[in-house]
């Protein structure tokens, strides 16, 4: 059975930080290009983040978190990571992890952390 659990979120002031980690398990992680999604009140779900290593390793971010977030794996653990800085009111959200297979395109997903910035 296929299981995503993130963790980290909380509440921040403007410029902190935060790590957010995703668990995973049922699923041949290695195989699988990891991201984060986040999604803001009243918003659709936005891309954030990915990471695939198939290839070397090989990153990808939203310009609007560029140069503040870094997203990152361990297949050992089985686990992504997200650090966040310099967290802005804007990155308020509920934060989503997704796995997507690199042979069938399939997706899961979390059931996301809730990240606020404010003072």
């Known amino acids: 059975q296929v299981q995503l659990v993130e963790s980290g979120g909380g509440l921040v002031q403007p410029g902190g930080s935060l790590r957010l980690s995703c668990a995973a398990s049922?699923?041949?992680?290695?195989?699988?290009?990891m991201s984060w999604v986040q999604q803001a009140p009243g918003k659709e779900r936005e891309f954030v983040a990915s990471i695939q290593n198939w290839n070397g390793a090989i990153t990808g971010y939203a310009d609007s978190v560029k140069g503040r977030f870094t997203i990152s794996r361990d297949n050992a653990k089985k686990t992504v990571f997200l650090q966040m800085n310099s967290l802005k009111p804007e990155d308020t959200a509920v934060y989503y992890c997704k796995a997507r297979s690199r042979f069938t395109g399939n997706d899961y997903w979390g059931q996301g952390t809730q990240v606020t910035v404010s003072s």
């Open positions: 049922g699923f041949t992680f290695s195989n699988y290009q």
